[in-house]
């Protein structure tokens, strides 16, 4: 049986496992109608966790009582119920209950008790036992304690690489933050992940945070210049802190939501990039070494990543610039000039035909015109000289972005307006041949004489005959046709 009960000890990897079956199989081959299994807190005497087999809640306070909460002074036999240390006289009464230390190489880990024997008072044999039992367990502890160990420094290893995997394929630094705080975020068991970046004055700011509870009010949390814990962390120092809401370094508002915490440095060649916190919630585990370690390890990973995606994003930025800056000095030299050159010839010829009468006038439209592309072409190259904003990605903000790039050319803004859930209603394809049928509208009033002022609507709740809805637009200006009259407006629809 006992043999059978130290091959069963060790057949689960699973700490929690492995200690739930230290208990059920120590009462089991003793006998004991309870068993109790008290595991002490890293650093400290405390209880930590307690597994049990066959008690009420009352027997289970009865039981924890018993354990011993200190790490020193206690003797490798199992004791019995008057302290005895397994050596009671002849006359003693028998013991009630056992308490044997359970020893993980040379820490100690906790204690096992049995009480409450069916047969009779506890034996010699029992004691002997439940030191073997004591024994293997210390063995199969730290087995399960390296096989959680190598698992979670998997699970984190795989969680940078994932990070620095998202980070290089593109994308903005808000997001490329909220990455990594929900990252660490799940990866740590915190309550939140909480990214702090310096501010102008010397302190720090919450700019970034991952929470499943409301993130109200600890975004804008900001850290006061010359706190113990900036300083620390301006150093470049992780931070441990056992409970955020007492611990006198702590200073900001939000501390009483969370107990323990690691504010990490996320810095790489030097650079302070800012600080990742991970606080929990109040009376939740303290974070173990183990956790701080993998989890400094993270940020650091975390913090090259970051660089590296920005460098990224700036060789990219380099590259349209570049691209742009081609394309501007090609428009520029080859384009305008020929364009320049067939204007001058035009114009010679015209003056050579002004008696031609028509043939005179559809000359100097044509120079007209030369001279209209060439002042767009310009326009053009002056845009693309210009940096890149981030295209819009609402169909309102395509409308804007049309007509604001049409000021430069017009000199005035135009107006515009728009009816009903125009973002909702209108689809892609419609949204493409409405901002087609804008640009060519806007363009075409650029070359009407005395256009002053363009007003652009915009209407999602037109009905057609058929009674579908349909969007509008409507292009007008103050400038004249041909025939020197009031220009008409250009009207336009589609089914939604």
């Known amino acids: 049986m006992l043999l059978e009960a130290v091959l069963s000890i060790g057949s689960d990897l699973g700490l929690r496992a492995t200690l739930q079956q230290i208990v059920d199989t120590a009462t089991t081959l003793t006998g004991a109608r309870h068993g109790a299994l008290g595991v002490l807190e890293p650093d400290d005497d405390r209880t930590e966790a307690l597994?049990?087999?066959?008690?009420?809640?009352?027997?289970?306070?009865?039981?924890?009582?018993?354990?011993?909460?200190?790490?020193?002074?206690?003797?490798?036999?199992?004791?019995?119920g008057d302290g005895n240390g397994g050596r009671e006289p002849s006359d003693a009464p028998a013991p009630a209950y056992l308490v044997a230390p359970i020893q993980v190489h040379t820490e100690l880990f906790g204690h096992l008790c049995l009480a409450g024997k069916s047969s009779g008072p506890f034996t010699g044999t029992d004691r002997a036992l439940l030191h073997v039992l004591a024994s293997q367990a210390g063995i199969a502890i730290g087995n399960a304690r390296l096989y959680e160990s190598a698992r979670q420094r998997e699970r984190w290893i795989e969680g940078a690489a994932a990070v620095t995997t998202a980070l290089l394929t593109g994308t903005n630094a808000a997001d490329a933050l909220m990455t990594v705080a929900e990252s660490a975020r799940v990866l740590a068991g915190a309550s939140a992940?909480?990214?702090?970046?310096?501010?102008?004055?010397?302190?720090?700011?919450?700019?970034?945070?991952?929470?499943?509870?409301?993130?109200?009010?600890?975004?804008?949390?900001?850290?006061?210049?010359?706190?113990?814990?900036?300083v620390q962390l301006l150093g470049g120092e992780p931070v441990f802190i056992d409970d955020s809401a007492t611990?006198?370094?702590?200073?900001?508002?939000?501390?009483?939501?969370?107990?323990?915490?690691?504010?990490?440095?996320?810095?790489?060649?030097?650079?302070?990039?800012?600080?990742?916190?991970?606080?929990?919630?109040?009376?939740?585990?303290?974070?173990?070494?183990v956790d701080r370690l993998l989890a400094t390890q993270f940020a650091s990973q975390a913090a090259l990543a970051l660089v590296m995606a920005d460098a990224q994003a700036d060789r990219e930025q380099l590259a349209v610039y570049e691209d742009r800056d081609r394309i501007a000095r090609d428009l520029h030299d080859l384009v305008v000039q020929r364009l320049f050159a067939t204007e001058m010839m035009l114009e010679s010829t015209r003056r050579r035909a002004t008696g031609e009468g028509e043939a005179g006038e559809l000359l100097g439209r044509a120079v007209d015109e030369l001279d209209s592309t060439i002042q767009e072409v310009r326009t053009a190259i002056f845009a693309l000289q210009q940096p890149p904003a981030e295209a819009p990605s609402t169909f309102r903000g395509r409308v804007l972005r049309e007509t604001g790039g049409a000021s430069a050319l017009l000199g005035f803004p135009p107006s515009v307006h728009f009816t009903g859930a125009v973002d909702a209603l209108v689809g892609e394809a419609t949204g493409r041949e409405l901002l087609a049928v804008l640009r060519k509208a806007l363009a075409a009033a650029h070359r009407r004489p005395g256009v002053s002022a363009i007003e652009v609507e915009v209407d999602a709740t037109v009905r057609l005959a058929d009674g579908r809805g349909a969007v509008r637009l409507l292009v007008a200006d103050d400038g004249r046709d041909e025939e020197g009259g009031r220009s008409t407006t250009v009207t336009w629809q589609a089914p939604l």
């Open 51 to 80: 597994y049990r087999t066959g008690m009420t809640e009352a027997e289970r306070r009865s039981v924890d009582r018993l354990l011993p909460e200190r790490r020193a002074g206690l003797p490798a036999e199992a004791e019995d």
């Open 193 to 230: 992940g909480v990214i702090l970046q310096p501010t102008e004055e010397g302190g720090m700011e919450i700019v970034t945070a991952s929470t499943l509870d409301d993130p109200a009010g600890i975004v804008g949390t900001t850290i006061a210049p010359g706190s113990p814990v900036l």
């Open 247 to 289: 611990d006198p370094r702590m200073t900001t508002d939000v501390r009483s939501r969370f107990g323990p915490s690691m504010m990490l440095p996320l810095q790489s060649g030097g650079r302070l990039i800012g600080t990742l916190a991970l606080p929990r919630r109040r009376g939740a585990p303290p974070y173990t070494a």
